[in-house]
């Protein structure tokens, strides 16, 4: 079973920015469309970004052109660099599959946003 470790969470303010990874476990991950999602307290899990197997990118509506996902298939690592972060940013991130594996969901990392 695959297993994604998210990391580059952190404490920022409003307007800053923050780089994301997420590596797999498995060599299968160039294989896999790969998204970030993300989860507010209270609030159902959303779909962030996603990057195609060839690297093509699509991104939810409220990122408005703020985050760029990409991904290096030699390294099985996804990223996902976040600039003008505002406090609707906060949640936990997370990465997987799209449609996602249930199964392999990891910890995420945790971004909050101070106004």
């Known amino acids: 079973q695959v297993q994604y470790v998210e990391s580059g969470g952190g404490l920022v303010q409003s307007g800053g920015s923050l780089r994301l990874s997420c590596v797999a476990s498995?060599?299968?991950?160039?294989?896999?469309?790969m998204s970030w999602y993300r989860q507010s307290p209270g609030k159902q899990r959303e779909w962030v970004a996603h990057s195609a197997i060839d690297g093509t990118a699509t991104y939810g509506d409220f990122v408005k052109g703020r985050f760029t996902i990409s991904r290096d298939n030699a390294k099985n690592t996804l990223y996902l660099q976040m600039n003008n972060l505002n406090p609707d940013d906060t949640a936990v991130y997370y990465c997987n599959t799209r449609p996602a594996n249930l199964a392999a969901w990891g910890q995420g990392t945790q971004v909050t946003v101070s106004s």
């Open positions: 498995k060599s299968r991950f160039r294989r896999d469309p």
